[in-house]
């Protein structure tokens, strides 16, 4: 077992940054690959990013690219998401989750509870 806790969500004005944190603990952190979702109001849950177990590859949705960013520290069992240009569309509630490889249809292994990040225009 996985367990997953997101932080760092919050209430900012559009063309700021947050930085979210998923803490990971049970089993070893750095046998899986991690991602990040998010699920709009009224919306299905949608891929935004992931990073490979060892940090080498990154992957992102065509919506955050050049905005965000993901990244891990194995050390630390956490892995991070960098947002910048914060827009009012990116509103949602983020989710971490992860996976021993991220299978296509996005079937994960386990999930966080979510963080709420809310963009003002």
């Known amino acids: 077992q996985v367990q997953l806790v997101e932080s760092g969500g919050g209430l900012v004005q559009a063309g700021g940054s947050l930085r979210l944190s998923c803490a990971a603990s049970?089993?070893?952190?750095?046998?899986?690959?991690m991602a990040w979702f998010r699920q709009a109001p009224g919306k299905e849950r949608k891929f935004v990013a992931a990073i490979t177990w060892s940090g080498g590859s990154t992957y992102y949705a065509d919506s955050v690219k050049g905005r965000f960013a993901i990244s891990r520290d194995n050390a630390k069992s956490t892995v991070y998401l960098q947002m910048n240009s914060l827009k009012p569309e990116d509103t949602a509630v983020y989710y971490c989750?992860?996976?021993?490889?991220?299978?296509?249809?996005?079937?994960?292994?386990?999930w966080g509870k979510g963080t709420l990040v809310a963009v003002s225009s």
């Open positions: 989750a992860a996976a021993e490889g991220i299978p296509a249809d996005y079937t994960m292994d386990y």
């Open positions: 049970g089993r070893t952190f750095s046998s899986y690959d």
